[in-house]
């Protein structure tokens, strides 16, 4: 894609808007050039730089003057954004005050600016912007002789306290950046880890000794940039003992007050969904109990932040637990309820799980009405809910019409998947799809082939299955619908009995 193309992607409709208002209030230039390619580009989609050449100089391929108003632009759009984060920043109000402070003491208006050295103050420590508070406390200890300043020894305790506090704060930033980094490396070469001590080696080597590694946000943060990492390769099994313990070390401490429910509550949740992942239906549901709970103890915020999420794990826990009735009357309420706050993402998972959710109990046409109320094209879902999604969604499609007799267009839909997430799926952990629509298509071109010797050691011989403790309970559900083929079964028996193996 062109650069800038990129970059005027990134607009709302309404920064598209306001950036023309901002170019066109720049006099400078009569026709604007600048203006003209920033519509081209917004309209082109990334269209060859060449094409856009000719329309703005047409029968003059001015190549110099091309680029020349392409830097133009650049600038512009970099100017216009800088200001647009000024506007859109709070605390550029509050930082303010440095400057007036600085250009009063500058011409000898000492009182006054100590009067708003002190506000500024007060305000910085209210709002929680610690950089603010240290350069006023610089400019405060700098201007100490002044007879309105405040007591010398009094600032200088509290500077070195807020230096110290924002050493920390830049070592725990490293150690969330190393964290993160270092995961994904080792997750990525198959190393199965100790989250709890690989912590634990980083808080020793960036801040030993430092009571602020056992906080409450401290162990907040390090526990969601794990599950960041567990989420996208799909190693539950090597979490759920390293959240239950940091939240049960954090309870025992005391930590949770009112104004922490909403960590509390999330803590809840992830544990519930770990549990869940791991095929830990009994103690997924002791979790969201606790969860619902937390949701009813405090504010009614914090009961309609979570009220989405809470239905939607609810609801994925009865449908491996025998109970995909309820599973359908709980999604069914959530979609009908708009007061309900949810975002695009809850939206289109409960959708989706609605539609598996018919497909378990053989309400194929159901299924196709859900899926056809996903109505945003697949590149988009892409964009707003990733890869993964859109291929789970896309094979949901093929199978469920495959179940409604049209096999033709369940293999129009495997062809699709095919040429445009080929790349995807040869990485790990998304192989085992690729194998799963290559014995999808053999079933399609040839459904009695399912029940034959031959393909059932084709099956074995193609999937590669791990301890069940570790295997991925969504890669369970595609093979279970295999397996119910070949065994001539209902595919909800037997995805039961997958899942409830051991």
Known sequence: MDKISGIISTLSKEDTVLF??????KKEIEQRKDLQLFELLELSNGEPSTDVLEKIYPGDANVVAYHATRKRLFKTLAQFIHTQTILNDDRVGFSSYHSICVHLFKNRQEEIAWHYLKKGLRLANKNNLLDLEISLYQLA?????????M???????RYESLVHVRHEESQLQIIRQVARHELNQRLR?????DFSGFIQNLNNRFLPDSPSVQSLHVIYSQVCIARSIVLEKKEFYTFEKYIIDAYSKLLHSNVFKKENNTIRIHFLYMIAHTCYRNKKFDLAQIYLDSMYQCMLDYKKSDFKKYEYKYALLQAAVYSYTHASGKAISIIEKLLQEKHIQRSNEQYFNALINLGLNYFYSKN??????????LQHTDSWFVKIMGQEWVLKKLLLEAINLFELEHPELALDKIKFVEQNFKAYMDRDPHKRALHFIRLFKKIIQDPAIVSTKSFAELVNNTFTFLPHEEEDLQAMTFYAWLKSKMVRRDFYEVLIEVVAAT
């Open 20 to 25: 023309k208002q901002f170019i066109q209030n």
């Open 141 to 149: 200890i700098e201007e100490g002789n002044s007879p309105y300043a």
């Open 151 to 157: 007591d010398m020894d009094e600032m200088l305790v």
């Open 189 to 193: 070469k198959g190393v199965n880890l």
């Open 364 to 373: 194929y046409s159901r299924t196709q009405r859900t899926f056809r109320n």
